[in-house]
């Protein structure tokens, strides 16, 4: 089964870091989100990824290229114009980076690698900027089960502030950044059938409306509900909280050994 990574945004909420690097290279414990986020879907067996590249593209085609140089000592001998490397874990993982624009939208992205996808069998699809502890596995099967045309993890959104109990004029208690209203929220974690892409026609087709609104008004859309951890990293803020519970070594979204 492939894994699509949107990875082609300019990440402009993260500037900080987005001025230098696509957001999915941003680091969290020294390693790109973007490693992050295939180790999540390695855990569950899935290790076929696309990934779409826009945005200072070259840098993650450039990543890739490197990453056994990264994870492994070397000896390079200059006059045989040989390298060779020793030990290191490299992941079993085999990637395809497409340049899908520098302004395509995110179901732009989408449909311009309908051509790496293979016809008639499901797909996963997610952003390259969210982390969870999401069972990739059970949310296949799931999708398997129903027989509709895609799957969406829904989650429960992360509160940004504490909140307090009041009873009368005093405050009795705090809550430290309670869950939302009970809603649910895009997740971000996909299950697709191909056919989605014809849905999408054009590189300005933002996924989340008209194609995903079809989805849901034709009942093609199912909710597979996660009630686990899950969080975005759509500013400093976050990439920091992210950093913090990697360095607390309980990051929740690290289901790899």
């Known amino acids: ?12 909420r993260l500037a900080e870091e987005t ?11 020294g390693m790109p989100i973007l490693w992050h986020i295939m180790n999540i879907y390695a855990h569950h067996g899935l290790n076929d990824f696309i990934i779409c590249a826009g945005y200072k593209g070259y840098m993650i085609k450039e990543y890739f290229v490197n990453l056994v140089l990264h994870h492994s000592d070397i000896t390079v001998d200059l006059g045989a114009n040989s390298i060779q ?12 980076v497409v340049d899908t624009g520098m302004h395509s939208m995110t179901g732009g992205r989408i449909g311009r690698i309908r051509d790496h996808l293979i016809p ?18 059970a949310e296949v099967s799931f999708h398997r089960s129903h027989g509709l045309k895609a799957t969406m993890c829904a989650v429960s959104p992360p509160g940004r502030y504490g909140a307090t109990n009041i009873e009368g004029q005093y405050i009795t208690s705090f ?36 194609p995903l609104e079809w989805l849901a008004a034709n009942n093609q859309l199912a909710a597979f509900k996660h009630d686990g951890f899950w969080q975005p990293m759509d500013t400093l803020r976050e990439r920091t909280h992210l950093e913090e519970l990697w360095n607390s070594g309980k990051a929740p979204w690290k289901l790899w050994a």
């Open 1 to 12: 089964m492939k894994v699509v990574i949107l990875a082609g945004g300019l990440g402009s």
């Open 19 to 29: 001025s230098v690097r696509p957001k999915p290279l941003v680091e969290i414990g």
């Open 85 to 96: 490397y020793h030990g290191g874990t490299r992941p079993n993982w085999r990637v395809t």
């Open 120 to 137: 008639g069998e499901p797909f996963c699809m997610t952003y390259g900027d969210g982390v969870g502890d999401i069972d990739i596995a």
């Open 175 to 210: 809550v430290e950044k309670p869950k939302g209203d009970g809603q649910r929220i895009n997740g971000g974690f996909f299950v697709l059938d191909p056919s989605v892409v014809d849905l999408i026609p054009g590189d300005d087709t933002i996924w989340e409306a008209g």
